[in-house]
């Protein structure tokens, strides 16, 4: 169901900027963009979503691409902190329930080196 | 403010048995999803509650079933347990309107 291609891992070194793409050249019109990270042993984190146009918040910053089928989410200085599993994910249109889902796949590793 | 919380955080269970993972939504949220994560693997949506009806399911059996009650927090249930049941089970909580999931740290079961 994951309607997205992420690199299996990234290394980043310290204080530099981290770039992870994302692929999803299937996307529709009205679905989103959205990334979440999971650090080890802990529940998946939000980072920031968008559909069209790029977006920056106090974590990071999305880039997506004209046609939409590809983005990047760009870490502006990474630190040790930001070791995780950052994942890419598609939003589903709501239904007629008006519910939204969210499918996960299997993410880019990134490891932060000193 | 208290987040999503999930007891138990670890669980052992052997083939055959039956398990009831719980879960607490953030304070404010109305809708709860639940999710399994097997080991090395994003997770995968099982369902989702809202007004203590089941809205939404993903590819799962009927082994697994839930509940949702009038405080907003929600039960998982497993029949039958699988050695391939193993995983991280994640809850997630959102108002019904909002695009945001926050989640838990999740429940860690393991099936011998």
């Known amino acids: 169901d994951a309607k997205t291609t992420q690199p299996p891992s990234m290394d980043c070194a310290e204080g530099r900027a981290a770039n992870l793409p994302c692929n999803h050249s299937t996307i529709s019109g009205n679905e989103y963009v959205y990334w979440y990270r999971q650090i080890h042993s802990q529940g998946p984190q939000y980072i920031i979503h968008?559909?069209?146009n790029n977006e920056t918040n106090e974590m990071a910053s999305l880039i997506i691409t004209e046609d939409r089928k590809s983005s990047t989410l760009i870490l502006p200085h990474a630190t040790l902190r930001d070791t995780a599993v950052y994942y890419c994910i598609v939003r589903v249109p709501r239904g007629v329930n008006n519910f939204n889902k969210f499918y996960f796949g299997s993410g880019t590793k990134l490891n932060v080196k000193p | 403010d208290a987040g999503v919380t999930q007891s138990p955080t670890h669980l052992i269970k052997t083939r055959g048995q039956q398990v009831t993972l719980r879960c607490s939504p953030k304070s404010g949220h109305d809708t709860v999803s639940w999710y399994q994560q097997a080991l090395g693997q994003g997770p995968q949506f099982i369902f989702q509650y809202y007004e203590e009806e089941e809205r939404q399911r993903g590819n799962f059996p009927d082994r697994f079933s839930g509940h949702q009650f009038p405080n907003y927090s929600s039960e998982l249930n497993v029949n039958a347990l699988l050695l391939g049941d193993s995983a991280l089970y994640l809850c997630?909580?959102?108002?019904?309107?909002?695009?945001?999931?926050?989640f838990g740290s999740g429940t860690q079961l393991s099936v011998l």
């Open positions: 997630a909580s959102s108002l019904r309107l909002n695009e945001k999931l926050f």
């Open positions: 968008g559909l069209k």
